[in-house]
């Protein structure tokens, strides 16, 4: 698979923020924003292109990387994002789809990347090989054959895509692969085989040494059995095969396989409106190897659990939205057990059509480990095209004698592991809660040489209170504000 993908560095420029912490998704044509165009003898002509703009911007204050416990800094990031497609022979029936997308970025010296649009790359890379600066990156460049077999319901990808799902914890990273997609009207899904080969960054390209040689078979099937309701099935093979290495110390070699149900009706039962549930298992061998190259083979066994469940109240002033949320995982017997996430995952929560954000706030990291979590929130819209969100939540261990669960100064991590190896450890469960609110506003879009052009931005306030499990963490806080153009 690798001759697909395998282009010079030197040929591409490219482009990676570090921030945006509203991120509309953008995944089908439908979304473009295109006018019609003009009557040409009483018809439309074809589309046979696209090409869009965008141009972020983010300002705040909050702990560097978002690793709570860490020097809180100023922090802004500058971003341009141009996206092209090209179809072939026309947008409406494609047989030939070419995509691509870059980045343009300048971050300040301390950054603090709370919501990535698409996570990944270097959401999980604790190593000082980030990008830094002014850099760009390529970020998606793929070719799509679709009426296979003049059905419209397949089509084949091959290139750098883009992986994501509701909650982040199977695939939020773009990669390169190759895909074979079903779409039909009740059902749905696809199957990949992927794997990184190179960053496509003008200013860190090569990949991590714990990203290298890990291929990934990844597939979902979903079926809607009844209106707005939709059951279904994922999972994931993971094999790492790099090899022994001291600065790749952790191999995995395994599957996780996971159920989903989800809903959005009003008649689903008087009690709530939405839901989403989602139970994943996951099983495998990992190799360990330390400084001396002594290995050790383990067994990695776990689940995880996830939900929201919502109630609208549409009737009443600013329509609010009130839902219940929480997480659960297995008990782990240390910090080296119990369900993880790998490199390719991480803890956003995605809605297409609004703004991203986390589980349980807009900074806070979960790694999904030794966790159990839950919360309660309310959406409210008290005016068009503007939304007033507030959360809070509690996290807790599983196990208080195993790693935290939130993202944490490397300083403090140390200092934990090594009182976990001493068996010194106070034995309490609170690691803290956890207060979240957003103001999301979108201006009315208008028409610019026959295309939209709209502004959205973004007021995010996050406050974490640490519980007597994190006493070194201590409370934390961040702010930010940011604002996203498109053309």
Known sequence: MKWLIKIPCSCIIIFSPIFNTWAQEENDFSDIGELPAQLVDGQLPPVTSLFYNKVTTQFGRGPENSALGSDRKNFYSLRYEPSFYWFSPEQKWPKWTFYTRAWINYDSKYYSPSLQEDGGNYENTRSTKRPRYAYAELREFYIRRGLLWDDPRYSITAGRQRFYDRYGIWWDDSLESIRFDYNNTLNSGFLAVSQKFWNYNTDVNKLDEQDKKIVYVMGQYEWQWSPRNWLGTRFLYENDYSGRRIDDSNDFKGSRIGVFIKGDDQRVSPLFNDYHVEFVRMQGKRRTIDDNYNTEKNSINGWLLLGEVGKRFDSTPWKPRVFVYGGLTDNPKDQYHGYQLNRIQTDRLTTPGSYSTRLVSSFVRLDMSNLMFYGIGIQTNPADRTRVDFRISDIKLRNSSAGLPIRV????????????????????????????????????????????????????????????AAKKVGDDYQITLGLVFRY
């Open 409 to 468: 100064s490397q300083e403090i991590n140390r200092e934990r592991n090594q009182q976990i190896s001493n068996n010194n450890l106070s034995g309490s469960k609170s690691v803290g809660q956890v207060f979240d609110i957003n103001y999301y506003w979108q201006m009315f879009p208008y028409n610019y040489q026959g295309k939209h052009f709209t502004m959205n931005t973004l007021l995010n306030l996050s406050y974490f209170k640490s519980g007597s």
